[in-house]
């Protein structure tokens, strides 16, 4: 068996305002490359713009709690995997992964995951899956270049952070996971992926060369975080 690969794949990429297909083919490019190369992934699929949609609609509607937010969040991130894993059918586990505490058997090249439960994000399902499968890098695409000092949309002089502790990440960005929460990677995924001593890369999914860069050992644009 060959090398596993987690990557957490933003729903902005898969879902910025509608489905983008042109992202959905680059990505497929690349994957394919690495197939052939013997490597095997886990893909986590993100709720993105569809998740909002729909928390949008239900707040305005019926303002309704956290927790039903967090499932719709959940649903979309669902609906979502089953295109990827449809998308990489020829390759892929049948059956998307919802519950990634429970055992399962990997023995395609591509499994697909998706939302768990209230509480968290997709990025804490790809922290919990590469833990069961003793991996101890994630690859998180998302809209950004990099982890910023400051919020680059508002401040000019934002400066990129190359390299930092999860010491330091949480400290800027820790805190509690509420459903819709924008921060480069998830608190409690970031927790687990501390504790579990995981490195973690935020790269900018449009810009697919940086993924291609990572997965060749090359030099990347973007962050890694780690111990």
Known sequence: MGEIIVISVGGSLICPDKIDTEFLKRFKVIID???KK????????????????YQEAAQSVAGINKEDLDWMGIHATRINAQLLR??????AKPKIIKHPNEPFDFKEKILVA??????????????????????????NLSNIDYVYDKDPKKFSDAKPIIKMSWKDFMKKFGGKWNPG?????DPVASKEAEANQMTVYII????????????????FIGTEIAN
């Open 114 to 139: 998706a939302g768990w439960k209230p509480g968290n994000s997709t990025d804490y399902v790809a922290v919990l899956l590469a833990k069961s499968l003793g991996v101890k890098k994630v690859i």
């Open 181 to 185: 929460l924008n921060t480069p990677f």
């Open 33 to 35: 490359k690495h197939l």
């Open 204 to 219: 900018n999914g449009a810009k697919l060369e940086n993924l291609d860069n990572i997965l060749e050992g090359k030099t």
């Open 86 to 91: 449809t998308v990489f059918q020829k390759y």
């Open 38 to 53: 013997g490597k095997r992934f886990v893909l986590i699929a993100g709720g993105g713009r569809i998740a909002r949609y």
